[in-house]
């Protein structure tokens, strides 16, 4: 590949620098925008919010962040099969910056067409941005990994920016204004996206494997209609022909997708022609994915309890400075960029010394060290069921909990997928494993919509719960460990 040698941006190619800024900054407007979700969605009409319910409002952000996830298959599709990488980037910056116009425009109508416009767009952009990172490099290129270190990067960086951003117009200038200010964001990542394309090599503009000419009519005729049906149940719900109640559509879509998880696994599992070695690694596979799906759905109750917690019940002065609400969630990428090199650092210095825990049992772990943040939140919500507003350091050791059980389990659960899916359907099982994520947002939307603030005496419960059935998993896959090791194992010297 030409563009190994290329080392013109902190020893990387320069096409390193184009997608790390453009995609820092497409995670503002997504960050800062979602930080604010929940918050605007229960806000009082006299704080020119929607004043929904907490159910209704926390099942909206669950489907929104669920489909984001599930949005992205189709969007890798089409950029190996019809776009290509570089303009599926570029049209999903377009239709992202487009949603967050739509929401900064105060019209009833505004918010759910701009929500659909944006979990589309990030559809679109997300999985092939990512992917172009990789074919920067070759495949012996040894920079490779640091490439997307450097790029991880990007997207807290982005993050951060969002939340300060967002949330400090959010509290000073007005919900709109926060909007605003996530589309100026996409804006500036679109313009210098643009400017510096030509740092990215040539074969990334093409589809990897293109359609046929009747395949290609075939594509952008099922677009039409996809973008027809969108059209038409949004008209139909906006003027009231049809009446949707976004808690019951959370739980059958939670539904579904965990019906699509299983029978694709099953698929693969059963038609997919595998060897034994092959099928003993998938069943530790299934055990990764399953701590997936339930460590997000309690991580992401970040951006729904969480926030309102921050919001309701925490005192959030600090002398005549009141730190907005959505700050808070920045403490996530804050602890990622200071403990990731010790994480680093701590599985390579296991490794050295023998000490290798199955990929279940890593998971287990992550899993676990999140539901003690959920125990934290337990104490603290008892404090504010008895009428005080608890000091900010029970959310700060909350979100810190949370993001070392994240970097316990989630680069961990990627490296599983690679290692432990049959070479042939690594691709499709990176989208199966994706599923995951979908059904734990929606999960967590639906759980979040028991955080009743006329019920206080009901919260302390709902943490309570989420730690303990979490902490149960875990405990189940620790049980596992010692057959999921084996199923690893057998798996790959069978298999060398």
């Known amino acids: 590949m030409s563009s190994a040698p290329d080392s013109g941006w902190f020893g990387h190619p320069k096409g390193l620098s184009t997608l ?44 929104y962040t669920g489909a984001v996830y599930f949005l992205g298959l189709p969007g890798g599709w089409l950029a190996d099969r019809l776009f290509g990488g570089q303009k599926a980037v570029w049209y999903g910056g377009i239709i992202i910056m487009c949603g967050h116009i739509i929401l900064a425009i105060p019209h009833d109508y505004s918010f759910f067409i701009g929500l659909i416009f944006v979990a589309t767009g990030t559809g679109l952009l997300k999985p092939n941005i990512s992917a172009m990172v990789g074919q920067l490099y070759s495949d012996a290129d040894e920079r490779r990994d640091g490439g997307y270190a450097i790029y991880y990067m990007g997207i807290n960086l982005g993050s951060l920016i969002g939340y300060y951003v967002c949330g400090y117009f959010m509290e000073n200038l007005g919900w709109h204004w926060a909007f605003g200010a ?9 313009v210098q996206y643009k400017r510096s394309l030509k740092n990215l090599p040539e074969h990334s503009a093409l589809p990897a494997n293109p359609l046929g000419p009747k395949g290609t009519a075939r594509a952008w005729g099922s677009i039409a209609i996809f973008i027809i049906i969108a ?14 109640n976004p808690t019951v559509v959370a739980g059958y879509t939670a539904i579904a997708f965990t019906i699509i998880f299983f029978v694709y696994f ?113 104490m603290a919500a008892h404090y504010a069921a008895e009428g005080l507003k608890v000091a900010p350091y029970w959310l700060v050791t909350t979100y810190f909990l949370h993001t070392v059980g994240e970097l316990c389990l989630s680069p961990v659960a990627l490296s599983a997928v690679s290692k432990l899916s049959p070479r042939r359907y690594t691709g499709q099982m990176m989208g199966v494993f994706v599923l995951t994520y979908s059904i734990g947002n929606i999960i967590a939307g639906l759980l979040a919509g028991n955080f009743d603030p006329n019920n206080v005496d009901e919260i302390p419960n709902l943490y309570l719960q989420i730690a303990l059935f979490s902490i149960g998993v875990g405990v189940i896959l620790v049980l596992m460990t010692f057959k999921s090791k084996v199923w690893e194992r057998q798996g790959l010297s069978e298999e060398a």
């Open 20 to 63: 790390f800024f453009t995609e820092m900054w497409e995670r503002m407007s997504y960050y800062g925008m979602r930080a604010m979700l929940v918050l605007f969605m229960t806000a009082s009409l006299q704080q020119e919010g929607l004043a929904f319910t907490v159910a209704s409002a926390a099942a909206i952000y669950g489907l």
């Open 182 to 190: 996530a589309a100026v964001g996409m804006a500036i990542g679109l």
């Open 266 to 378: 099953g698929l693969i599992y059963f038609k997919g022609k595998l060897t034994d070695a092959e099928k003993q690694r998938m069943w530790a596979l299934f055990l990764v994915c399953i701590a997936s799906a339930c460590f997000w759905s309690g991580f992401e109750q970040a951006g729904s309890s969480l926030n309102l917690f921050a919001r309701d019940y925490t005192d959030r002065l600090i002398g005549t400075f009141e730190i907005p609400t959505t700050w808070f969630q920045s403490l996530n990428s804050l602890f990622i960029i200071a403990l990731s090199p010790f994480f680093a650092a701590l599985w390579i210095n296991m490794s050295k010394r023998l000490v290798s825990p199955s990929y279940s049992a890593k998971c287990a772990v992550g899993l676990i060290i999140m539901a003690t943040g959920f125990l934290v939140m337990f």
């Open 231 to 244: 059209a038409a149940i949004t008209t139909a719900a906006m003027t009231g022909a049809i009446i949707i």
